[in-house]
């Protein structure tokens, strides 16, 4: 199984990536996550990176498109995975497109998270997360075990830099002007799914279960 989440920040990719990958067995492979491990580690990648993803702009798609291949080669992407985040351009599109034929693996379904733009501040400033990596919460939707501390590690919980809401308005722009073209682009290659992610957790989880498994 071989499927991209498409939708705009806030939207649900992530939460609803990790409940597939349990239910499915294949990773998520999230370029957001990938490019924040690299500016844990100081990389020359998460140097470059760090400062486009603190304002809210995308990374440049030489940077993405290379850090996305190498990882859909590991030896856990064989069997499939779900890519979180990855494409957001037409261009990371026509990469990902291009390597895949290669391959003789293509995408089989892409999940489009439809939702009303309008609702995704407060989901997004709400949002906690550890600064180990161990995953992310939401004060009200979906709260930890113990308040602000991580269910995993037991470290404080922080706000993603960019969750601040001037720089949630540009990643609302980088939205509507790069990636929801990809709409269109994957819908004239006949493998889009649209489901309604504003629902509660499991109803969103119960449509993509649907539609990955059609
Ligand atoms: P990335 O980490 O991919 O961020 P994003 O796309 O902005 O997505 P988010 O993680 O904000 O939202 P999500 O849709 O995953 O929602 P979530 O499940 O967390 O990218 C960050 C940055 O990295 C980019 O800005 C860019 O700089 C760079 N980058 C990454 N990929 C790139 C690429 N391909 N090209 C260029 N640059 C790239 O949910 C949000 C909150 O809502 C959570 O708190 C959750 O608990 C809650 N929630 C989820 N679902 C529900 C629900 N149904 N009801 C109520 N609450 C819910």
Known sequence: MRVIFLGPPGSGKGTQAKRLQEAQGIPQVSTGDLLRQAVRDQ????REAQGYMDAGKLVPDSLV??????????????????LDGFPRTVPQAEALDAALAEQGRPIDTVVNFVIDLGRL????VGRRVCPGGHGEWHVRFNPPQRDEVCDVCGAALIQR?????????TRME???????PLIAFYREHGVLQDIDALGELDTVTAQIEAVVTR
């Open 65 to 82: 498109i290379a850090l996305l291949l190498e990882r859909i080669q590991a030896g856990d992407c064989a069997g499939g995975f779900i």
């Open 161 to 169: 830099e960019d969750d601040q809401e001037d720089r949630i308005r």
């Open 121 to 124: 501040v407060e989901r997004l």
């Open 43 to 46: 990389t020359e990648l998460g």
């Open 174 to 180: 980088a939205y509507r002007a790069d990636t929801e």
